[in-house]
């Protein structure tokens, strides 16, 4: 039996009482009490009001504490300043779950933050979760349980609405109501003092009747888990996104709301992408996404077929379809035949499918049955304009017999309001997604094709990464504790060079001259011709300051170069610190390419990289993507494609292709960097040249910082890196080294020939299950994991032979759903039994799991598995029979906090 989700009680209560409830009409807590009796909840309510007033006919209490019943959910709708106390009351009646329906707390400033802070403290001693405060409450149609003050319900559904607005989920309940869209879920976070998304989306993935989630955000609290759980519920259920404060002005209002930071848009959406969730940029398009998601529109690719019986509504759809990446599939040849043998010789003959103003509803029939037989078309828009001799509704008719046979999704356009509504009507009604202007279509089908691709793309297993020497951590932070000691945050560039070097960036070498004399020595030293700039802490741009010479070529020219650099940057910036001119060679590269790498730290998500173009140019064309650390190749290659300046890195005139890998690894190196080095606040290289040799950093620039003391190493990170602190090597009794390591996305072949080499009785007794080899899902599942809240450890060896590596164990845990406990499994090459490969994996995985926090590890086995029981025994496991099979036992280990 799945052990349920800690707030399971919050949200599928027994019992509800409401503190507010009231006779007055109107009131909040009168509007939630009527609600939840008019919406068939089949639990136990309560009514709590001071004045022990009856409440709709029901009997009330003059508090929670008279109840002598046990209690799941308490819903608070009364004056802010009386919210502590009825938390504690309820606190001290064993309730555990409170909705806080009062606004007036951290949105509204530095009173209310402390009424807040003062709730959350009783909360937590009580070990009371609180939802809220300032939201609407939530909805669980098929409980029958409306505890919210909006005055519609939900239909029945398996879609799950998580917002942080109030407001937005009334609109979109109002929006559902006439489209026929129904809910599992309507839950209504407000400023989420203490449950948040991470922990409602944790929720919504073990909820069976939840099978699509929309989510409004205005702030996040805590990135990591809300990226952990995004990541976690994307995996297993389309999620649909919107995020208010796109803009300046947006952001503000969005903060004051939320009472939190304003979080960079293009962080934000670079941290989405990355969890395979699709973002949607208003509310119109949320509701049609969500609609799309309840009809079950499923394109499987993004080549977009367009037929029309106007050319001018072709052209718009083709126009926006252009706008957002979306290809118009070519025709086949074979297609062309059809077409032109079915349609009228004035036809477009070419996508989009003109099919002319008189076009009936068997030439729309003919056409849409055509194009969803060709292998080239991924999905069909089919557009109607009201003209003289339309039939708006027969072709509707049409469009829903052919859809019920085609394997290719079907969206439709009707154009127009007064002639076309009805038809639009049945399209709908016929779970066909169908609009009034063709901009809306396309958009819908964007959205929506970018969610499955990227879905796709989570089932796709990365090549193997290029092997890097180990960089050097500890000279690395033993100089950034160096240079902190001295009360300095700004790295020279040579000491910022020395950081890159640790992690095997190549650099151009840089010295740093005090005197004319000492920068002529330099330069004879690493050869002419060199590059001379100004060493300051203050100035950014040295370049701006006039603190840049390049291209020296002999002794004189050194010297007076010094005095030149020196004497114009203290005319242009008088105040700035000078330490030097620093030297290095100059770099004729003829094909070099002037790239910029960065880093800057984000309040709420914490590390971000930048790339684009370099040099001079890097201000006037702003040509910058995005992303978020960890990347691997794959992540890397996507942050190069997402940019102007990859045009410029292929084939280009008389110029050769650069040396993408070698680009790609300094990405790799820069990540690692971040991960590792919680110390760094921004970086800059610009330039990094690259050319067909490969690629060096000319300039390079480090802003730190003391780091956050906790006992995460990753705690400044959004998402959990490989945790590389991990592997080690240990010996067997023969002398062969066997190395323990996390899991990598690129192990997937490793882990597939492990499974696949196992006996059959070693499989059964791993899976409970008579497989014989993973399927691509599992394998994704197995590799590409989440190392904040699963772990998996590996034990590999060398292959004499062949050189590579041979998986022979692996151990791993997954938090099981009350948030506290994680569950293991364990499995050894049967070659490698009773070798103490078994035991050394579970004792590091057990080590994991404490070091994580994790109050016990358990697990099932079967009864037969005598060998797993002694290694269990040993290991200070506990034997007990299960609950529910006679065949499996749980064994169970106590962590000490």
């Keep these: 039996m799945l052990e349920q989700h800690y707030l399971t009680s919050m949200f599928e209560p027994k019992s509800v009482a409401v503190i507010g409830a009231s006779e007055r009409e109107n009131s909040v807590g009168n509007i939630i009490f009527k609600n939840i009796l008019d919406s068939g909840y089949t639990g136990r309510i309560y009514a709590i009001n001071p004045k022990h007033e009856t409440v709709l006919g029901q009997q009330s209490y003059k508090s929670i504490e008279e109840i002598g019943a046990r209690v799941e959910l308490a819903v608070i709708a009364t004056r802010p300043q009386t919210v502590p106390m009825l938390v504690e009351q309820c606190g001290r009646s064993g309730i555990k779950n409170v909705i806080v329906i009062s606004a007036g707390f951290s949105e509204t400033g530095h009173i209310g933050a402390n009424l807040e802070r003062k709730m959350l403290e009783i909360a937590r001693s009580y070990n009371v979760r609180v939802l809220g405060p300032n939201c609407l409450g939530i909805i669980r149609p098929n409980l029958g349980l409306n505890a919210t003050f909006a005055r519609m319900t ?40 203490d449950v948040d998304f991470g922990e409602i989306l944790d929720y919504l993935i073990y909820d069976n009747r939840t099978h699509y989630i ?260 500890e000279g690395a932070k033993m100089l950034i504790e160096a240079v902190l000691s001295e009360r300095r945050k700004v790295l020279s560039e040579m000491e910022s060079k020395a950081i890159l070097r640790a992690f095997r960036i190549p650099v151009a070498q840089t010295m740093v001259a005090r005197t004319p004399t000492e920068a002529l020595l330099l330069a004879e030293q690493l050869g002419f011709p060199v590059a001379m700039k100004v060493d300051s802490p203050d100035l950014v741009h040295k370049s701006d300051a006039g603190g840049v010479r390049l291209n020296i070529t002999n002794a004189p020219a050194v010297r007076n170069a010094y005095h030149d650099i020196i004497e114009t940057v203290k005319k242009r910036q008088p105040n700035a610190r000078i330490n030097g001119v620093s030297i290095e060679p100059f770099l004729a590269r003829p094909h070099g390419r002037e790239l910029m790498l960065g880093v800057f730290r984000d309040p709420i998500f914490g590390p971000v990289i930048t790339f684009g173009a370099g040099g001079f140019d890097v201000e006037v064309f702003s040509d910058r993507s995005v992303a978020m650390p960890p990347l691997n190749r794959f992540l890397a290659k996507d942050l190069i494609k997402s940019t102007r300046a990859s045009k410029l890195l292929g084939q280009f005139h008389n110029m050769p292709p650069i040396d993408m890998e070698a680009l790609e690894d300094v990405l790799l190196s820069i990540s690692e960097m971040v991960c590792e080095l919680p110390w760094i606040v921004e970086m800059d290289l610009n330039p990094l040249i690259v050319d067909e040799d490969g690629a060096i950093a000319v300039d390079a620039r480090i802003v730190i910082d003391h780091a956050p003391s906790s006992g995460d190493r990753y705690s400044h990170m959004a998402i959990y890196p490989y945790p590389v602190h991990l592997v080690q090597e240990w010996q067997l009794n023969d002398g062969q080294t066997v190395i323990i390591r996390p899991i990598r996305p690129e192990d997937a072949d490793l882990e597939q020939d492990f499974v696949k080499n196992m006996s059959d009785e070693s499989r059964y007794y791993r899976f409970m299950d008579t497989i014989r080899e993973l399927t691509p899902a599992m394998l994704v599942r197995f590799t590409q994991i989440d190392y904040d809240r699963e772990m998996a450890l590996i034990a590999v060896l060398e292959d004499e032979t062949s050189g590579r590596e041979v998986q022979i164990g692996v151990a791993r845990y997954v938090v099981n759903p009350d948030g506290e406990s994680v569950e293991f499994a364990l499995a050894v090459g049967d070659n490698w039994q009773k070798c103490g490969i078994g035991r050394k994996l579970m004792s590091t995985l057990v080590e994991c799991a404490r070091m994580k926090g994790y109050r016990a590890v358990v697990g099932d086995v079967l009864s037969s598995n005598t060998k797993m029981f002694r290694l269990m025994t040993s290991l200070g496991f506990s034997i007990h029979p299960h609950p529910e099979d006679t065949a499996v036992k749980k064994v169970v280990k106590p962590l000490a906090g």
């Design 154 to 193: 939900a239909n029945t559904g398996n879609l799950a609405l998580v917002s942080q607005s109030g407001a937005m989920c009334a609109a979109v309940l109002d929006w559902a109501k006439s489209n026929k869209v129904g809910f599992s879920s309507v839950i209504s976070l407000g400023s989420t003092a």
């Design 214 to 473: 929309l989510m409004y955000v205005e702030g996040i609290r805590n990135a990591r888990r809300f990226m952990s759980a995004l990541r976690s519920a994307a995996r297993i259920k389309p999620i649909i996104l919107l995020k208010a404060g796109r803009h300046e002005a947006g952001s503000i209002a969005a903060q004051t709301h939320s009472g939190m930071i304003a979080v960079a848009d293009a962080v934000f959406d670079a941290a989405v992408r990355r969890a395979g969730v699709v973002r949607v940029q208003n509310v119109g398009q949320l509701f049609y996404a969500s609609k799309a998601l309840a009809s079950k529109f499923r394109p499987m690719g993004n080549r977009l077929a367009i037929i029309t019986n106007g050319g001018g509504p072709g052209a718009m759809a083709a126009d926006r379809a252009g706008d957002l990446g979306i290809p118009l599939a070519p025709l086949s040849d074979e297609t062309m035949v059809k077409l032109n043998k079915n349609l009228p010789p004035t036809w477009s003959h070419s996508n989009p499918i003109d099919i002319v103003g008189d076009a009936p509803p068997e030439r729309y029939r003919e056409a849409i049955v055509t194009l969803s037989q060709d292998s080239e078309v991924d999905a069909i828009l089919v557009m109607l304009a009201p003209q003289a001799m339309t039939e708006p509704m027969e072709v509707a008719k049409a469009v829903i017999e052919v859809h019920e046979q085609s394997l290719k999704p079907i969206i439709c356009c009707w154009m127009g309001e007064e002639q076309v509504y009805a038809a639009r009507k049945t399209l709908q009604e016929a779970g066909i997604p169908a609009f009034r202007m063709p901009e809306t279509a396309v958009e819908l089908f964007h959205h929506i094709s970018t969610f499955y691709r990227n879905q796709k793309l989570l089932l796709q297993t990365p090549a193997p990464i290029r092997q890097q020497d180990r960089p050097e951590f």
